[in-house]
């Protein structure tokens, strides 16, 4: 399954604090920094992966599934 999330992204730094929190959990991921979006190959529960990316600091939001 394929999650898609709005995060408040306004640069590379701001991209690689995603990609760290989500390298923790072992999923595949894509980041779309201009689109502000971050895409989540995964089977686990919604609210781990939201929880994940809140520890950025950022503004999260799940779009739902693509």
């Known amino acids: 399954l394929t ?8 640069c590379e730094g701001c ?5 760290r929190v ?3 959990l ?7 920094l201009p689109n502000k979006k971050v895409f989540i190959e995964s089977d686990k ?9 809140k520890k950025t600091g950022k503004t999260v939001t799940y779009i ?3």
Request: net charge negative; no cysteine.
């Open 15 to 19: 991209s690689g604090a995603v990609t």
């Open 45 to 53: 529960d919604t609210d781990v992966l939201l929880e994940t990316l």
């Open 3 to 10: 999650h898609e999330f709005f995060v408040d992204m306004t």
């Open 22 to 24: 989500l390298k923790k």
């Open 64 to 66: 739902g599934l693509k």
């Open 26 to 32: 072992d999923v595949k991921f894509d980041i779309d």
